[in-house]
């Protein structure tokens, strides 16, 4: 068994990898006469990417549609970003002090996160039937759920020995298959996350580029037709 | 099927890829898109287009395509695809609203174009487009010699040589000809003396070629009309048509390869600039209240929102109301996309939304600023219980100006 999960999460690391890698190559392998698109802002000003990176911490875009998505699209990334810094501490042997410090602010976000994915998932089935509803992110979120779901059910009622836990893991990175942890809750929750790795969207990786993009867009219009 | 190893990615740029990777598939577009809101069909929405483009891409250079033999994409498909695609009418408001930001307005033609590329497209109106400008230098293959005569001015006066250039374009000289009279009339107000095409070398900008995905004739139309522009002297280019103002603005550049060796300028920034420097006034009063619409391509596609505003606010007397959307987050008349006549009915139901609107908040006149919605508003009020006079911003313009003597 504890073979079969270290080849199943070696496999799924090599395929998230490769995936994102092979997206990249076709994102720079596009050959478009569109290439020779007509810049009219010379020099993007520093408030352009100022405002990106608001944008990405704040969610702008969204906010400025719907409010509702937005609180939950937001508590959702920010607690997702705090549970995957605390989860660093099965990946180093020894934790650096900033990552011991947001260990507290990871637990919490633990909780946030179902809540937030649960409160996502009911706003979109009580929203109109003519919206557009994505089966791959229901799909996503559904199984987000449940890895979170089961993380805080295991950091508060069944907690495994996190030992054992680290020594996993860090036996993956290592390529030295190590005695899986005795818990089924985490075998369900690892199992889960490996399945979904894989399929991770790029859009995690594409959105902050086309973020920026969008903001200089907004700006050079200001220049494309009016003398500045 | 042409081509159909080729990779789907060929006509995009590496941005237009990561854009259509960056789509969360949120589908909070869906309440800014006019199709939408006439067709109740998520089905042709953003996200849904963008997720089977994806799938395109996939088959031919995903992964598993690149080690085993692509994937043949299901014909079926690509032909709802290319309708999906083709039922859109450009108007970018899905992309002004998008969560990441997506340029849709920039998008879309490139998508198109594949399509025209793989020879999936078979809409006549727009497959005869390339022949018919060949052959009459207008897509509606009307004869030259009635591009101006039918309603150009007897009194103005048409310079042989000027820095200024006035470019009339296809559809408003042959089915908006208010408009262009009014463009005229004012022109000649201002009193700069301003030089034009004959009615043979006026040709198409190439817009509706470039919007409908078919771009082999543009560099050809691109460099014609830049260098008969050239051989007159011109160093301001002036133009009342959102669509012709944004491909020359934004794609004879690219189809020229280096920078317009003159300025372009659309009419209201034009006239704003005469009222600015004294050179007209508007003395008589218009006690009515006017609803402007913002062109998809002029506010959105070029960022002209606040001229054509302050013009009509020049008018004395003039209440100036607006639509609920307007300025970049406009909704679109139904005339984009050079699909106005392909898909009629969603074309008049749009139009209709304008129209209720203006009529709801009681406005005396809906103002357009661009012929193909000034024709399609106009069409679509036929037979529609709700009436209000519609007029272009310079027709309108053209009763009250009149040039200040020096």
New interface residues.
């Given amino acids: 068994m504890s073979l079969i999960f270290f080849f199943a999460a070696v496999f799924s690391y090599l395929f998230f990898l490769i995936r994102f890698a092979w997206q990249g190559i076709i994102w720079f392998r596009a050959t478009g006469h569109a290439a020779a698109y007509p810049v009219f802002l010379r020099k993007v000003p520093a408030t352009v990417y100022i405002i990106t990176v608001l944008d990405i911490l704040l969610f702008r875009r969204i906010f400025d549609t719907s409010k509702l998505l937005w609180a939950g699209s937001w508590v959702f990334h920010i607690s997702f970003f705090f549970v995957a810094l605390r989860h660093m501490r099965y990946f180093f042997p020894s934790l650096p002090d900033c990552l011991i410090l947001l260990q507290p602010v990871g637990v919490a976000a633990g909780y946030l996160l179902p809540l937030s994915l649960l409160f996502l998932m009911v706003l979109r089935a009580l929203q109109k039937k003519d919206r557009y509803a994505s089966s791959y992110n229901y799909i996503i979120s559904g199984m987000l759920f449940l890895i979170s779901s089961s993380g805080v059910i295991m950091r508060t009622f069944f907690r495994p020995d996190l030992i054992s836990v680290k020594q996993f893991t860090l036996g993956i990175f290592a390529l030295s298959p190590q005695a899986l942890p005795d818990s089924s809750l985490f075998l369900i929750h690892i199992a889960l996350f490996l399945l979904l790795l894989p399929y991770l969207p790029t859009h995690i990786i594409a959105a902050p580029f086309v973020n920026l993009e969008a903001n200089r867009r907004m700006e050079e219009l200001r220049y494309v037709i009016h003398e500045e | 099927m042409k081509n159909k190893k080729e990779?789907f990615?060929?006509?995009?740029?590496?941005?237009?890829?990561?854009?259509l990777?960056?789509?969360?598939?949120?589908?909070?577009c869906?309440?800014h898109c006019p199709v939408q809101e006439v067709t109740?069909r998520?089905s042709i929405?953003t996200?849904?287009k963008i997720?089977v483009y994806r799938e395109f891409?996939k088959a031919t250079?995903?992964?598993k395509a690149?080690f085993f033999n692509p994937k043949e994409i299901d014909k079926e498909l690509l032909q709802d695809f290319t309708k999906a695609v083709f039922e859109c009418t450009t108007c970018g408001a899905c992309g002004q609203?998008?969560?990441?930001?997506?340029?849709t307005q920039?998008l879309w033609p490139?998508l198109r174009k594949e399509m025209f590329d793989r020879g999936l497209v078979d809409y006549e109106i727009l497959t005869n487009l390339p022949e018919a400008i060949k052959q009459t230098g207008n897509p509606y293959r009307l004869p030259a010699e009635d591009r101006f005569k039918p309603w150009f001015p007897e009194q103005v006066k048409v310079v042989e040589k000027s820095e200024i250039a006035y470019y009339a374009g296809c559809t408003g000289a042959y089915t908006a000809k208010p408009m262009v009279r009014g463009d005229v009339l004012v022109l000649d107000a201002i009193g700069d003396p301003f030089t034009m095409l004959t009615e043979e070398d006026e040709v198409c900008c190439g817009f509706p070629l470039f919007i409908s995905g078919q771009?082999d004739m543009l560099e050809a139309l691109t460099k014609r009309l830049v260098s008969a522009y050239q051989e007159k002297g011109v160093k301001t280019l002036i133009c009342s048509c959102p669509c012709c103002?944004n491909i020359m603005?934004?794609e004879w550049?690219?189809f020229l390869?280096r920078?317009l060796p003159f300025?372009?300028?659309?009419m209201t920034?034009f006239v704003l600039d005469a009222l600015k420097q004294n050179k007209i006034r508007i003395s008589s009063e218009l006690k009515e209240r006017l609803i402007y619409h913002d062109p998809c391509y002029l506010s959105r596609g070029?960022?002209?929102i606040e001229e054509p505003r302050a013009v009509l606010r020049a008018i004395p007397g003039v209440e100036l109301i607006e639509f609920d959307r307007h300025g970049l987050d406009s909704r679109c008349c139904g005339a984009g996309g050079a699909v106005r006549k392909v898909f009629h009915e969603n074309a008049v139901a749009m139009g209709r939304l304008a129209i209720d609107e203006a009529v709801t908040k009681k406005a005396d006149k809906l103002i357009l600023s661009c012929p193909a919605c000034y024709g399609k508003v106009n069409e679509a009020m036929q037979d529609h219980e709700r009436k209000i006079p519609i007029v272009d911003i310079m027709e309108l313009l053209a009763q009250y100006v009149e040039r200040v003597e020096k």
Avoid: F
Avoid at chain 2, 9 to 19: F, G, I, S
Avoid at chain 2, 97 to 103: D, E, R, S, Y
Avoid at chain 2, 263 to 266: A, D, G
């Fill in positions: 990779s990615t060929r006509n995009l740029t590496p941005m237009q890829v990561m854009e990777d960056a789509c969360a598939q949120c589908g909070e869906l309440q109740n998520p929405a996200p849904e997720k891409i250079g995903g992964l690149r609203k998008c969560a990441v930001g997506i340029n920039r490139y771009h103002v603005t934004r550049p690219v390869g920078e300025r372009i300028m659309h920034q070029v960022g002209v």
